[in-house]
Nanobody
């Protein structure tokens, strides 16, 4: 199986923006909800955002709501994470994953146990 591939990470100053991309195979991506998670050094993996298979509905963690936007382009099998007003506490490795329980439904979950097909991640570093 081919894992998703993330890109777009980098170093940015506080208050800046980045746009992450996650390209997946059609088999992994099609008709499934997709999500982004992050893991900071020394911390557990944390849910960030998810979107339904159509992109019509989204779910965010409280820590990023209002600053981050998740979207997807089903023709390109790609999901995006637009990150604005970045803070030093957003520094982490960001990974995308498929919500296995989200096939063809409106259901979205923050529970990481419901995600599979994890990518390797892309590093985001926000300097103060």
């Amino acid at each position: 199986q081919v894992q998703p591939v993330e890109s777009g990470g980098g170093l940015v100053q506080a208050g800046g923006s980045l746009r992450l991309s996650c390209a997946a195979s059609a088999r992994t991506f099609s008709n499934y909800a997709m999500g982004w998670v992050r893991q900071a050094p020394g911390k557990e993996r944390e849910f960030v955002a998810a979107t339904t298979w159509s992109g019509a509905n989204s779910l965010y963690s409280d820590s990023v709501k209002g600053r981050f936007t998740i979207s997807r382009d089903n023709a390109k099998n790609t999901v995006y994470l637009q990150m604005n007003s970045l803070k030093p506490e957003d520094t982490a490795v960001y990974s995308c994953a498929r919500q296995g329980s989200g096939y063809g439904t409106w259901y979205l979950s923050r529970a990481l146990t419901e995600y599979d097909h994890w990518g390797q991640g892309t590093q985001v570093t926000v300097s103060s």
